[in-house]
């Protein structure tokens, strides 16, 4: 069963969109631009999500893949 309960889809798509912007961060495109390219408007929401599930913020996660 892919769908457990009904919040499921709802989570598997919020993650499915943090992947691809973590993917879009590894290839160098800013934290606003990974954001509002899976759509999410609000940048602070965005950040909020992002470290909840990564543990560590957008600019953290670039900053590792993106040393200078």
């Known amino acids: ?5 009904i919040h499921s889809p709802r989570i598997y798509i919020r993650k499915k969109k943090l992947v691809l912007a973590a993917q879009m961060l590894q290839e160098g495109k800013s934290v606003l ?5 899976v759509g999410y408007n609000d940048n602070s929401y965005f950040i909020e999500l992002f470290k909840h599930y990564y543990k560590i913020t957008p600019y953290q996660y670039k900053k590792k893949w993106h040393k200078t």
């Open 33 to 37: 631009t990974a954001g509002t390219s």
């Open 1 to 5: 069963i892919l769908f457990q309960n």
